[in-house]
């Protein structure tokens, strides 16, 4: 079993959509929870970074973390074209490494 | 302000050859990661510099594959007798200090291909 669980997708979205993509992970030692978007051939670039379990707002984007079920969420409201990217989960505080899921491509239509 | 290069950006190897890849890092982040980025997948740790020191190099997937990096800025990831498995992008991240909360930043990667 992988330490970080993430569907791949695709997920095919009008524009102007709600976007949900979830995590699971397995050891409860994990501390911090970053969403990374990746676009095509370029490298991944942070969206959003939580400590907590709870949610956390930034602009369109919502992160939200349940520790007790070992879950992470990111919600992108009014999605747009420009949010096509893959987006990867990654988790942090067990040593200095980022342990990463294995992104879910999104596709936003116009 | 610059990030994270890496070069080159493109690679392509015969299966046997050795490759170096290098790294640098965002000016006076003491951190240096390596990952590997299979295709389809997630980037994976490979190992980890704090200034010169390589405190971590649990991830590196056999003794073909070396990090360096011997002045505390630039790194240099060498992978000796490449093989068709080592096909990947190898993505370089610095942060500023060495905490575990420090945020990564990443490089665009170095595609390598192996024939």
């Known amino acids: 079993q992988k330490e970080v669980e993430q569907d791949p997708g695709p997920l095919s979205v009008p524009e102007g959509a709600i976007v949900s993509l979830n995590c699971t992970y397995s050891?409860?030692?994990?501390?911090?929870f970053m969403w990374y978007r990746q676009y095509s051939r370029k490298g991944p670039e942070l969206l959003m970074y939580t400590y907590s379990s709870g949610n956390k707002e930034d602009g369109r984007f919502t992160a939200q973390v349940d520790k007790s079920s070992k879950y992470i969420s990111l919600f992108i409201r009014d999605s747009q074209p420009s949010d096509s990217a893959t987006y990867l989960c990654?988790?942090?505080?067990?040593?200095?490494?980022?342990?990463f899921g294995a992104g879910t491509i999104l596709r936003v239509k116009s | 302000g610059a990030g994270v290069s890496q070069s080159p950006r493109y690679k392509v190897a015969k299966r046997g050859q050795d490759v170096a890849l290098r790294c640098d890092p965002i000016?006076?982040?003491?951190?240096l990661f390596w990952y590997q980025q299979a295709l389809g997948q997630g980037p994976e740790f490979l190992t980890y510099f704090q200034n010169e020191a390589q405190l971590d190099k649990s991830g590196l997937p056999s003794d073909r594959f070396f990090a360096e990096r011997p002045e505390g800025s630039v790194s240099t990831l060498k992978i000796q007798r490449t093989q068709q498995e080592d096909s990947a992008v190898y993505l370089c991240a610095s942060s500023l200090a060495g905490k575990s909360t420090d945020t990564q930043y990443f490089g665009p990667g170095t595609r390598l291909t192996v024939l």
């Open positions: 000016s006076g982040h003491v951190s």
């Open positions: 990654a988790i942090g505080g067990y040593g200095n490494k980022l342990v």
């Open positions: 050891n409860s030692a994990f501390q911090y």
